[in-house]
């Protein structure tokens, strides 16, 4: 099961975090300085997953950018380190136009691939209908 | 192709951390959250964020309470307030707006408050209900959009009692012609059924119903559902199975439109999901799991394509093969598959490799010995997780003979681990394996586990040290052993030592620190109280430290240590400490009592306890006389106390270890012991019972500690039985010699190169998973075992290390064996005096008359034990035993037995006693006229250790026998498990040329006597090893009553049948001894009573005693 997926810069600082298990607001800061701490020391020809606390971390890098996705232990790792590969590729499908800060577009997205942990839709054109649906109907 | 979409994927950053080009037409109505992003990455100090921040969430305040806002810029003014609380600083303020803007806004801003609102709330939040309303209208919009995002919101979090209010109108959505709508009602659906799952218990119908939609997208939703309920009761979705494999053959086989393929594999995802369900579905069930063989083949064929995704689908269809009922072709390509995985230059691969690993060793853990090179090399990978996960996998394929190695290895790693959860993790599975192994590895474990440990950890090591062995001398060393390490322990740095470690520590030094000659009871008084001035030394280790002072204070300095520490902790706060002052100080003064009240050894002595306390009977009148208040029991004085509402006195509860102490066995009364003290019959209950009067109940008191470690853990002992009791006729001081040794040194110390280093550790991690299957692929892989070997046995002679290891006369056990031996052993182990050189076999008839005579006697004997449809008198058993190997030709053989036949081969056996083993020797015999190629023979029993032993001449099995000549196996063959006939299953495989391979099987039976030896010992070290044994048979034979001493004849008879040794007779009684091969000893007290011979056998081993009965039995009824 997937608890959170976060987005971070170089810098440590988060971009994007979605939490599918409750954890208090005021200790998300430390746990995601934490994890980022985690990543960011990783060396390119290391492992992808980290074991942190109870769970597994499934990290990616993209230029400056690191994606981080907390999973328990029972989950299958590289195929969440494909999925968030799939998560930047729709990402790049929709933004490839449009350069902007998009964080509830982002967030829209990610609602449309994973709910309660899991992953309910990988499919991109699937993925995307709601939103461009709904940039039609604003842009309208 | 991932690299190229990587690099495209570079420009990603920027689209999200807005270095936005001037101009843009969307640009302005983000700009403000644009200028607070900027502003907080400009930041330098946590504190200017904050101010920052407050700042910002004060201007979202004011902006989003106005009036004026438009939806629209409540939209933006949400966003900013999201990321604030993604900084981790509340905007509660913000929730109500966010509810609002999901009620009134349109579309796009619509969403973003259905958005704000799933971040910002949980589950439980009460403003949810709020939503509600709003849900209810969106689901009945006839904007697609809109039901979209309710549905969207619902399957993200809906209070549940509201469940019922839009339960009709999602189950409406089920029939939406819209496949979207129909997928998120099927979510939606999953989410009530997790929080709710009695709310759609009536639809289950409709969940079938969504399985089989047309759309791909609504049958994927409903598998989450179908995951759920076939984790909570896989029997009630059984019938589904077909239609699962079905659903999984259409997607492997690329039925799904292409948008569903992801680098141009169809569904992974799905794949992946419908594999998890396959495994539940077919988990301990044949015709379900025969189902899906078809499938699973399907899709490890299918998944070829280089790229990780399909290595995710690998790793879970491995996973599914090696859960359900096992299918050997299946399983095959399986193990390979994770060939693939764990030899892969990638390191995410060999990750996941060795975590499939990890799963499989589980159902199969010769497994591991395929890979057990890469294993060695992840073990020191510079990756911290693959080392974890080598861990991980080593602690599933530990047992007896690797324990050691694996603990080391994980104590290594404990000694780097910074993360808690990690230490936590490996303390518990280090404690669970070191259990076995008791001194060195627990010293370890104490200091570096420390208090994360289980408290009943330390208890039963102690509880181990004062109940002792069989032998008072080993106890002392073993005890002494413990003083000297903590002593040396408490003049480093005791500051650094874990609480529960001190306490040990203070008990053991309390109690037998006397045993040491040159330690002065001063000395450790004054170690000790140092202890008590440490800061983090905790009140209840205190007591305990006090406590071991009170048992020490002896002689002019320790009294006057006594005295100092009583004026500090006469006044303490703490009562329990107070009062332990008191006592030192009282004890200190009065050695005499001292000497009532805390025996020395009170563990050897049963401790009287007068539960009734009588002997205060005066003193109790005496008070009551006075005017004291009578006696209320503990549970009388709590409820008057909680009316009373007075204090609690809680602290006096608190019991010491001073139990521990008076610890005693109650029925482990020797027989020749009670034969000397008493006249009564051997009837130990009585005796014990008796007993029970005077010593401490133990009955109720779980026993975890035992002579072989950890008694939980019966299992793995049992195996271990043979190897790891220390012989019998070890000296103590060369046992305790031993033990320490062994646990200091458990890494290999001879590495004359890298390569030769790792093959030592492998031997020593790998030993003890299927003898048979290692044999091979040492035997085979390089000739590096080979030459090894030979090195090994060279110092295992000198060394004469053979304990562990069945080091048999001129024939060479497995490799293997032999490394494990160079290298767990590869200390001054003393061994027991047998001939052990090559060089001495040949002086075994000699040297050792007794036993050649024995030895004819069982060849004389066992066609009578062997009901095998012998054929003797062939003239091939003449010409075959010409055959046998060099080194066993002088030897005397046992009849040669046909095994089995076909128009080929002929297969017999025939086997040679010696003194350390049984050498098992199967002749093949070519009838064909063309050679036997590519022969393999596979010996394998679960009783028996069986060990190829390579001829000394060819240095390979033997692969080839030319026609109508004899190939010679020889085996080195000694007792797993005993059992009344140990059988041998065996199966060889051969290419006659031009021929298909073709396999004939057999099976061989060997009575348990062929494995027993007699046991020398003096009367002494057998009343010591008597008190040592736990598993034990009574029985009544029958008297061989054909002379005036009916128990001497008898026991000849025994003797001259089984090879016992009779160790002495006394009157009606005798002691009898016999050995197992290899160091299983087993020993026999016979007693004529009323015409029978009545016997009690005792032995470590369990089963022993009663299969060595039923021989007895026979041998006596036989004569």
Redesign the interface.
């Known amino acids: 099961m997937i608890r959170f997926v976060l987005m971070v810069n170089r810098q440590g600082q988060t971009r994007l975090s979605r939490y599918y298990t409750p954890v208090d607001l005021n200790r998300r800061a430390a746990l995601e300085a934490d994890v980022v701490r985690c990543c960011l020391n990783r060396k390119k020809d290391q492992c992808s997953f980290v074991e942190y606390q109870d769970f597994k971390l499934v990290y990616r890098q993209y230029a400056a950018l690191y994606i981080v996705v907390g999973v328990s232990d029972g989950e299958n790792e590289l195929s969440i380190y494909e999925l968030v590969h799939n998560f930047v590729e729709v990402l790049d499908k929709y933004f490839s136009r449009v350069i902007m800060f998009n964080l509830d577009r982002v967030h829209i997205i990610l609602d449309e691939m994973i709910q309660n942990g899991h992953i309910v839709e990988t499919n991109k054109n699937r993925i995307l209908a709601p939103l461009s649906a709904i940039d039609k109907m604003a842009d309208g | 192709m991932?690299d190229v979409?990587?690099k495209?994927?570079?420009?990603?950053?920027?689209?999200?951390?807005?270095?936005?080009?001037p101009g843009?037409a969307?640009?302005s109505s983000?700009s403000k959250?644009?200028n607070l992003?900027r502003g907080?990455?400009e930041l330098t100090s946590k504190h200017e964020e904050e101010k920052l921040i407050q700042r910002e969430l004060t201007s979202i305040k004011d902006q989003v309470s106005s009036p004026n806002t438009s939806m629209r810029q409540m939209?933006e003014l949400m966003?900013r307030a999201?990321?604030c609380?993604?900084?981790?600083y509340?905007a509660s303020f913000s929730y109500i707006h966010a509810i609002k803007l999901a009620q009134q806004g349109s579309?796009?801003d619509k969403?973003?408050g259905y958005?704000a609102v799933?971040?910002f709330l949980?589950e439980s939040h009460e403003l949810l209900l709020l939503l509600v309303n709003t849900v209810l209208k969106d689901l009945q919009s006839t904007n697609?959009?809109e039901v979209?995002?309710a549905l969207?919101v619902v399957?993200?979090m809906f209070p549940k009692d509201m469940i019922p209010a839009i339960l009709p109108l999602v189950e409406d959505k089920l029939n939406h012609p819209k496949e979207?709508i129909r997928?998120k009602a099927v979510?939606a659906l999953?989410?009530f059924y997790?929080i709710a799952p009695n709310q759609v218990q009536h639809i289950h119908n409709k969940f079938r119903k969504a399985l089989c939609d047309k759309d791909p997208?609504v049958m994927?939703?409903s598998l989450?559902i179908y995951l759920q309920l076939i984790k909570e009761n896989s029997e009630g979705y059984k019938d589904l199975t077909a239609s699962f494999v079905t659903i999984l053959k259409q997607v492997v086989g690329g039925k799904l439109p292409m948008?569903?393929n992801?680098h141009s594999v169809p569904?992974?995802?799905?794949q992946?999901q419908l594999l998890r369900i396959l495994s539940l579905l077919g988990k301990n069930d044949q015709s379900t799991s025969e189902i899906m063989y078809e499938v699973l083949d399907e899709s490890l064929r299918r998944a070829e394509m280089n790229h990780?995704?399909t290595?995710?689908?690998l790793?879970?269809c491995v996973k599914c093969i090696y859960t359900i009922q096992p299918k050997s072709e299946l399983l095959e390509k399986a193990a390979k598959c994770i060939g693939n995985f764990v030899l892969s230059p990638k390191?995410?691969?060999?990750?996941?490799g060795l975590?499939a690993l990890t799963y499989v060793v589980q159902q199969d853990p010769k497994l591991a010995l395929q890979h057990q090179m890469t294993i060695i090399e992840c073990l020191d990978h510079?990756?911290?997780?693959?080392k974890?996960e080598t861990l991980e996998l080593l602690f599933r394929i530990t047992n007896g003979q690797n324990v050691t190695v694996i603990v080391e290895k994980m104590l290594d790693f404990l000694r780097i681990s910074k993360?808690d959860?990690?230490t936590i993790?490996l303390v518990g599975k280090v404690a669970e394996l070191a259990e076995k192994y008791p001194f060195e590895t627990m010293n370890t474990v104490f200091s570096l586990g420390g208090d994360m440990m289980q408290p009943d950890i330390p208890n039963s090591f102690l509880k181990l040290l004062s109940e002792g062995f069989d032998s008072d001398e080993e106890d002392r060393k073993l005890r002494l052993f413990a003083v000297d390490s903590y002593v040396s322990l408490l003049q480093s740095e005791p500051n650094k030592l874990p609480q529960r470690f001190l306490q040990v520590i203070s008990w053991v030094l309390g109690e037998y620190s006397h045993l040491s000659a040159e330690l002065e009871p001063a000395t450790v008084m004054t170690l000790l109280s140092k202890l008590l001035d440490l800061k983090h030394t905790s009140s209840e280790t205190k007591s305990w430290v006090l406590m071991a002072m009170t048992k020490l204070c002896e002689g002019g300095v320790a009294i006057s240590v006594a005295q100092d520490i009583y004026e500090t902790h006469s006044s303490s706060m703490d009562t329990v400490l107070r009062q332990r002052a008191q006592e030192l100080q009282h004890l200190s003064q009065d050695s005499e009592l001292r000497g009532r009240v805390l025996p020395r050894d009170a563990g050897l002595m049963p401790l009287e306890v007068d539960s009734s306390l009588s002997f205060l009977d005066g003193f109790v009148s005496e008070a009551l006389a006075a005017g004291a208040a009578p006696y209320k029991p503990p549970h009388q004085r709590q409820e008057e106390l909680a009316q009373a509402k007075a204090l609690s006195l809680e602290p006096y509860s608190l019991s010491l270890p001073i139990s521990m102490s008076s610890c005693s066995i109650a029925d482990r009364q020797s027989p020749t012991l009670m034969s000397m003290s008493s006249g009564l019959s051997g009837d130990s209950t009585d005796l014990s019972h008796k007993g029970g009067s005077t010593t401490l109940k133990l009955d109720g008191v779980k026993r975890v500690w035992g002579r072989e470690g950890y008694l939980a853990q019966r299992e793995p002992v049992e195996e271990t039985a043979q190897v790891e009791v220390p012989s019998p006729l070890r000296s103590p001081s060369q046992q305790a010699e031993a033990d320490s040794t062994q646990s200091q040194t458990p890494t290999p110390t001879v590495t004359p190169e890298l390569e030769q280093d790792k093959q030592q550790l492998a031997s020593s991690l790998f030993v003890g998973l299927g003898s048979q299957s290692s044999v091979c692929l040492m035997g085979k892989s390089d000739p590096t075992p080979q030459r090894f070997r030979r090195k090994a046995q060279g110092r295992a002679s000198s060394s004469g290390a053979s304990e562990k290891t069945p080091t048999s006369l001129g024939s060479t056990p497995s490799p293997v064996d032999n490394l494990l031996c160079n290298s767990l052993l590869d200390s001054n182990l003393v061994s027991e005096p047998t001939n052990q050189t090559p060089q001495a076999s040949q002086s075994l008839d000699t040297t050792n008359g007794n036993c050649h005579e024995e030895l004819t006697d069982v060849k004389e004997n066992n066609p009578s034990l062997i009901h095998n449809n012998e054929e003797p008198d062939k003239p091939k058993d003449l010409c075959l035993s010409s055959h046998l190997p060099t080194e066993l030709s002088g030897l005397s053989h046992s009849e040669i037995t046909p095994l089995c036949s076909n128009q080929s081969v002929n297969l017999s056996a025939c086997h040679v006693q010696k003194e350390d083993s049984l050498q098992l020797v199967i002749f093949i015999f070519n009838s064909s006229d063309s050679a036997l190629q590519q022969m393999q023979l596979q010996v394998d029993s679960g009783e028996l250790k069986v060990n190829y032993c390579l001829s000394l001449i060819t240095d390979s099995p033997v692969e080839e026998v030319r026609s109508h000549s004899v190939a010679v196996c020889h085996y080195s063959v000694t007792v797993k498990r005993p059992s009344v006939h140990v059988e041998v299953l065996g199966m060889l495989s051969y290419q006659l040329p031009g021929g298909t391979p073709q396999t004939i099987q057999f099976s061989h039976k060997l009575p348990l006597t062929t494995f027993i030896r007699p046991l020398t010992l003096s009367t002494e070290e057998y009343g010591s090893m008597w008190l040592a044994f736990s598993q034990d048979t009574k029985q009544n034979l029958t008297l061989i009553n054909d002379d005036q001493d009916p128990l001497t004849t008898t026991l000849n008879v025994l003797k001259k049948k089984l090879q016992l040794h009779v160790v002495e007779i006394i009157g009606v009684e005798g002691i009898v001894a016999c050995q197992l091969v290899q160091d299983q000893p087993c020993l026999m007290h016979c007693r004529v009573h009323a015409g029978t011979l009545a016997v009690w056998l005792r032995s470590p081993v369990p089963d022993l005693p009663d299969c060595l009965l039923y021989h007895c039995q026979r041998a006596l009824q036989e004569h």
């Not at chain 2, 495209?8 to 080009?21: K, R, V």
């Not at chain 2, 569904?267 to 799905?270: E, K, R, T, V």
């Open positions: 991932s979409v990587e495209t994927l570079t420009a990603l950053p920027s689209l999200l951390s807005l270095d936005s080009q843009s969307k640009l983000t959250l644009g992003i907080i990455t939209k966003v999201i990321y609380e993604m900084l981790g509340e579309v796009l969403r973003v958005l799933s971040l949980n697609l959009i979209c995002m969207t399957s993200q979207i997928r979510l999953y989410k997790l997208g994927t939703a989450h948008d569903f992801y569904a992974p995802w799905l992946i990780n995704i290595y995710a689908i790793y879970e390191i995410n691969l060999k990750y996941l975590k510079p990756d911290l997780i693959i974890r993360d959860y990690t993790d």
